[in-house]
Structure formats: structure tokens, C-alpha cells
């Protein structure tokens, strides 16, 4: 049975840092792609930043690259987001998704994720 369970989140002034974490079981994952979108109120699920199976290999929407960054610990089965300079409008509820083991080309849609952590508020207060 794979779970995904996250970290980490809370309420942080604008300019603050958060750093969320998923620890997974249940997968190999050091060849599942993993990723982190979020989910604003009324709105819909958006992709944020993927970790690739591929070593050292990142991806990130343009809404949050130079901000956040995506790192994985594949002997700790753990994937972090780190993120920066927060904005009021990152207020989500951010979720890890693990996708399929070697998935090319590499997921950044929702569909393409297997397993799905419960979500952790991030809430950015200006």
C-alpha cells in the first residue's frame, strides 16, 4: 500500500520561507517521478515542481521558479519543496504526488500521478 504523507506547511508573512517535506512508502520511488502541486480555494489543482527518476533533473511552473526548489532523498524515500519568498497568492493547499516508475516524458499533469499525499495548508499573509 503506497502513502504519501506531507509536512511542513503553516502560515508565513509575505517574503517568508517554508520548507514542505513527503515521505513516501509503499514504492520503490527512487524510479517513481515525484511532484508537488497545490490547490487554491475555488480553483484548480496546478502542478508547482516535479524531482525526475532521472538524477538531479528538476522541472518548475514559471509562477514559481527562482523561488521554490524540489529535492529528493531517494534513501529516505523523502521529497522536499523548499520555498522562497513566499506571495500571498501561494496560499494553497499543497499535495505530493508520486508517478509512474521511469514515466516518459516526464508527468507534469495531474492525470499522470498514481498516488497522492492528504495535502498541507501553506497560507501567505501579506
Known amino acids: 500500500q503506497v502513502q504519501l504523507v506531507e509536512s511542513g506547511g503553516g502560515l508565513v508573512q509575505a517574503g517568508g520561507s517554508l520548507r514542505l517535506s513527503c515521505a513516501a512508502s509503499?514504492?520503490?520511488?527512487?524510479?517513481?517521478?515525484m511532484a508537488w502541486f497545490r490547490q487554491a480555494p475555488g480553483q484548480e489543482r496546478e502542478f508547482v515542481a516535479l524531482?525526475?527518476?532521472?538524477?538531479?533533473?528538476?522541472y518548475y511552473a514559471d509562477s514559481v521558479k527562482g523561488r521554490f526548489a524540489i529535492s529528493r532523498d531517494n534513501a529516505k524515500k523523502t521529497v522536499y519543496l523548499q520555498m522562497n519568498s513566499l506571495k500571498p497568492e501561494d496560499t494553497a493547499v499543497y499535495y505530493c504526488?508520486?508517478?509512474?516508475?521511469?514515466?516518459?516524458?516526464?508527468?507534469?499533469?495531474?492525470?499522470?500521478?498514481?498516488?497522492w499525499g492528504q495535502g498541507t495548508q501553506v497560507t501567505v499573509s501579506s
Open positions: 509503499g514504492l520503490t520511488f527512487s524510479s517513481n517521478p
Open positions: 524531482a525526475s527518476w532521472r538524477s538531479g533533473f528538476t
Open positions: 504526488a508520486a508517478g509512474r516508475a521511469y514515466d516518459t516524458p516526464l508527468p507534469t499533469t495531474a492525470s499522470r500521478f498514481d498516488y
